[in-house]
């Protein structure tokens, strides 16, 4: 089973630019998350959607959106990248919300 | 304010040697409370405790609840370099809301050879 897959792996982004963080899973999970880890620091939670057409923020929401049209999908948007979005960002996945967590191997992104 | 607090924050220990790693957290309608492991890329679970003072144990790893004290600890005895990396704990509430884990800052253990 492939699970969570998160794609790029790395990415260097110039100031102002845009992109998408792509995040797919095969485990038919209704609930994903989007979190991110700054050095030294617990991850945050971005984003996170409770099934297909619903999203809603976490706790470090600005900056950042997302969509949810199918249940495998959860894509993040950066519109405007900023150097205070350097991070580590993991996508992660459940099928009840309360246990079973699994996360993508994540996406290494700076901003320059 | 929901919080995790993770103590210590890094700790360096020799091969062979027990360590505990603390986590406290404040938080209304407690549901549980998660360890994660890191290494290099994404965390992995350890353990899930729901039930104050029942003790969870995989291998050389052990973990218990006290929901009284809003406290958790994490025992690794007879360490090996492998064990070297960040542990995470998390909780999640109770209240039909879907909002995650919350994180603390997780302790980076290093075990030296």
């Known amino acids: 089973n492939a699970g969570v897959t998160q794609t790029p792996k790395f990415r260097i982004l110039k100031i102002g630019q845009s992109m998408t963080l792509q995040c797919t899973q095969d485990?038919?999970?209704?609930?994903m998350y989007w979190y991110r880890q700054d050095p030294g620091m617990g991850l945050k939670l971005i984003y996170y959607?409770?099934?297909?057409?619903?999203?809603d923020k976490g706790e470090v929401p600005n900056g950042y959106n997302v969509s949810r049209s199918t249940t495998e999908d959860f894509p993040l948007r950066l519109e405007l990248a900023a150097p205070s979005q350097t991070s580590v960002y993991f996508c992660?996945?459940?099928?009840?919300?309360?246990?079973?967590?699994?996360f993508g191997s994540g996406t290494r992104l700076t901003v320059v | 304010e929901d919080k995790v607090v993770q103590s210590p924050l890094s700790l360096v220990v020799h091969e062979g040697d027990t360590v505990t790693l603390n986590c406290s957290y404040e938080?209304?309608?407690?549901?549980?409370l998660l360890w994660y492991k890191q290494e290099k890329k994404a965390p992995t679970f350890l353990f899930m405790l729901?039930?104050?003072?029942i003790e969870k144990k995989s291998g050389r790893l052990s973990s218990i609840l006290d929901k009284k004290e809003l406290f958790s600890i994490l025992n690794i005895t007879a360490t090996q370099t492998g064990d070297s990396a960040i542990y995470l704990c998390?909780?999640?509430?109770?209240?039909?809301?879907?909002?995650?884990?919350?994180f603390g800052k997780g302790t980076h253990l290093i075990i030296q050879p």
């Open positions: 938080v209304t309608n407690f549901r549980s």
């Open positions: 998390a909780f999640t509430v109770s209240g039909g809301g879907a909002d995650g884990l919350t």
């Open positions: 729901t039930s104050s003072g």
């Open positions: 992660a996945s459940t099928p009840s919300g309360t246990y079973g967590y699994t």
């Open positions: 485990m038919n999970h209704n609930y």
């Open positions: 959607s409770v099934g297909a057409g619903i999203t």
